[in-house]
């Protein structure tokens, strides 16, 4: 009887100080997500487009524009963040883990450019379907870093735009300003047909703060509080791929004498990539994202062409 009340005790002890202090441990979601695309049009099995390869995501802590801390396992290998083409090819999807139960993440499809965004997911999601349907309007997201580039040699962003595509606009999202008075270039790779690495936006001032930037805009303001704000000292950023000032000026003393003509870019041919170029000097920690707002005409097995 001794015995049991003795090894009653101990037990019981055990009990409570278990209760007192658990043992401390992180607790791992795994995140595995299908891709699909959906075109408008069934596949022959019937159903969307199982997107094994050419997709690009990145993962942010829910609600916030930081990117998460993502694994491969349980806390031991970390997981390169955002998670590129060629390691989504090998996983075939979505695939790490994370110790919060909610996160946001852009998934792109670099072959269009097209995006969807997946805000409050969970290990429960499964699937996510990107809308690729032509003739409609779409919004596109890549992100951006002007950590390594320099004026004149542009970054491939990783999106091929698809040959008749009609790009209506670009827009910048700046998250981290930069310190110093960096320029930010947007448009076709050099390398690319029609190439022109500013041809969408030029010279587009990064010490400002942290905003939305249309180029379009016909107005121009040096402060940084405004939500749409055009490069002031350079008159405005708007590449020549989408418009240019055809008549007048567009200065800080006179903004209504100015002319802002824009255009939309056709994608006349296959393989014109999306890149960009930083300039006035390196290291920055300024990033953020472009915005590409783009519809994907339907073609009848042809080229199209472009007519004066």
Known sequence: MRRFLTALMIIGMLLVGWLIAPPAHAVWYHYEISIYSDTGFSTAAGGYTSLVSGVTYKVLADDTNTAATIYSDEGITAKTNPITTT???????????????????IIVDT????TTYLDDATPYTRTSIIDEKPGIL???CIWWAGTTTVDGTSTDTGIDFDIGTLIHNVMVELINPASTSQLLCVGIETGDTSGDHDGFINDMILSIDSCWINPMRVGISSAGTDDFII???AGTPLGVLLGWIAEGTTSSANIDTGLLVTWPYLVNSNGQSLGYSVSSGTGATTDGYIHYFFTRMKWLDRSPQIYP
Do not use: E, M, S, W
């Open 231 to 233: 490069n002031a000292t």
């Open 138 to 140: 779409h919004h596109g």
């Open 111 to 114: 072959a269009g450019g097209y």
């Open 87 to 105: 390691v989504f090819a090998v996983d075939d999807k979505i695939d790490f883990y994370y110790d919060v139960a909610t996160a946001d993440i």
